[in-house]
């Protein structure tokens, strides 16, 4: 039976792979896993249907004949566990990759997002600036230790891993603030994952859903 993950039927982010279902294509392109997709309007996110696999009435989730899940890094480790490709073999490497899939969510991304959030949401606000200098902090702090530890190596533990990928994909949300190209070594480990052929396809199929929805 083939997986399916649901994804924006107009997506936000208007086709550039910010949006989490992009961590899901990734992973099963990576992993040479086919898979579905069910795209919902917000309205359906909503809905009874959507909230019985999510809760939060959030995007995406995934179902394989009687499992359902969602929160894509959970999804992205369940793909990852299943087919090889984006966790090592060795016991230590594969608690390591995960390790910086936690880092990924936990440390890098909450910051980011917020600060996401902060330029849309609260611009016309009187405390817009302090709050995006306090953001802007925090990011270079994280992002220094992120630097340092990945110095010139190409990927944070050796062979690429879904660490790498659920990092990369966190860090594109930097891309249009200039703040990633403060690192130089940061920036070359985003352009480096984007140029793997299966981030390319993944690309491609999420960008097809904002193309033909932009269309019609």
Same mark, same amino acid.
């Given at each position: 039976?083939? +997986?399916?993950?649901?994804?924006?039927?107009?997506?936000?982010?208007? $086709?550039?792979?910010?949006?989490?279902?992009?961590?899901?294509?990734?992973?099963?392109?990576?992993?040479?896993?086919?898979?579905?997709?069910?795209?919902?309007?917000?309205? +359906?996110?909503?809905?009874?249907?959507?909230?019985?696999?999510?809760?939060?009435?959030?995007?995406?989730?995934?179902?394989? $004949?009687?499992?359902?899940?969602?929160?894509? $890094?959970? =999804?992205?480790?369940? =793909?990852?566990?299943?087919?090889?490709? *984006?966790?090592p073999d060795d016991a230590n490497a594969r608690a390591r990759a995960i390790m910086w899939m936690f880092a990924a *969510? &936990?440390?890098?991304?909450?910051? =980011?997002?917020?600060?996401?959030?902060?330029?849309?949401?609260?611009?016309?606000?009187?405390?817009?600036?302090?709050? !995006? /200098?306090? !953001?802007?902090?925090? =990011?270079?702090?994280?992002?220094?230790?992120?630097?340092?530890?990945?110095?010139?190596?190409?990927? !944070?533990?050796?062979?690429?891993?879904?660490?790498?990928? *659920?990092?990369?994909?966190? *860090?594109?949300?930097?891309?249009?603030? $200039?703040?990633? &190209?403060?690192?130089?070594?940061?920036?070359?480990?985003?352009?480096?994952?984007?140029?793997?052929? /299966?981030?390319?396809? +993944?690309?491609? /199929?999420?960008? +097809?859903?904002?193309?033909?929805?932009?269309?019609?």
């Amino acid at each position: 039976m083939t +997986a399916t993950i649901t994804a924006f039927e107009r997506s936000p982010d208007r $086709g550039n792979g910010l949006a989490r279902d992009m961590r899901l294509r990734w992973a099963f392109e990576e992993v040479g896993q086919l898979y579905d997709v069910r795209l919902l309007s917000f309205k +359906a996110m909503k809905e009874p249907a959507h909230l019985a696999l999510q809760p939060f009435g959030q995007i995406p989730t995934y179902e394989d $004949g009687d499992l359902a899940l969602f929160e894509s $890094g959970a =999804i992205v480790l369940h =793909i990852a566990e299943r087919r090889p490709g *984006l966790l090592p073999d060795d016991a230590n490497a594969r608690a390591r990759a995960i390790m910086w899939m936690f880092a990924a *969510l &936990n440390t890098l991304e909450p910051p =980011i997002f917020d600060r996401n959030l902060v330029t849309i949401l609260e611009r016309d606000r009187p405390w817009y600036e302090e709050r !995006l /200098a306090a !953001l802007d902090q925090i =990011i270079r702090k994280r992002l220094d230790g992120l630097s340092s530890h990945l110095g010139d190596a190409d990927w !944070l533990d050796g062979a690429f891993s879904a660490g790498d990928l *659920l990092m990369v994909t966190v *860090l594109r949300r930097l891309q249009s603030s $200039g703040i990633l &190209n403060e690192y130089p070594n940061l920036a070359a480990y985003v352009a480096r994952a984007e140029a793997r052929p /299966a981030y390319q396809r +993944a690309f491609e /199929a999420q960008r +097809a859903v904002f193309t033909s929805s932009s269309a019609s």
